[in-house]
């Protein structure tokens, strides 16, 4: 119960950091008016990133067995907290 609630506190606490950062970040994305933009210890960067390919739709690919090329399983662990 113990682990429990200190859990639940911390999340708690965690999302409304997060709801500032989010605040935050958007204010600095409203003064950032160059690709690139510094000061008080903060960097705002614009770039473009190439999107992601969507093997489903290259016809290249239909029925190649890509499970050879796949990296290697990973455990991952989710915790929720449910309010």
Same mark, same amino acid.
């Given at each position: 119960?113990?682990?429990?609630?200190?859990? =639940? !506190? +911390?999340?708690?606490?965690? @999302? /409304?950091? @997060? +709801? +500032? #950062?989010?605040?935050?970040?958007? +204010?600095?994305?409203?003064? *950032?008016?160059?690709?690139? !933009?510094?000061?008080?210890? #903060?960097? &705002?960067?614009? =770039? /473009?990133?190439?999107? %992601?390919? @969507? =093997?489903?739709?290259?016809? *290249?690919? %239909?029925?190649? %067995?890509? !499970? *050879? @090329?796949?990296?290697?399983?990973?455990?991952? #662990?989710? &915790?929720? *907290?449910?309010?």
């Amino acid at each position: 119960m113990a682990a429990a609630l200190a859990f =639940y !506190e +911390a999340k708690r606490a965690a @999302d /409304l950091t @997060d +709801a +500032a #950062v989010t605040k935050a970040r958007a +204010a600095l994305l409203a003064l *950032a008016v160059h690709p690139r !933009e510094q000061g008080s210890g #903060v960097s &705002v960067t614009r =770039y /473009l990133k190439a999107g %992601n390919v @969507d =093997y489903k739709k290259a016809p *290249a690919l %239909n029925g190649l %067995n890509l !499970e *050879a @090329d796949r990296g290697k399983s990973r455990e991952e #662990v989710r &915790v929720t *907290a449910s309010t």
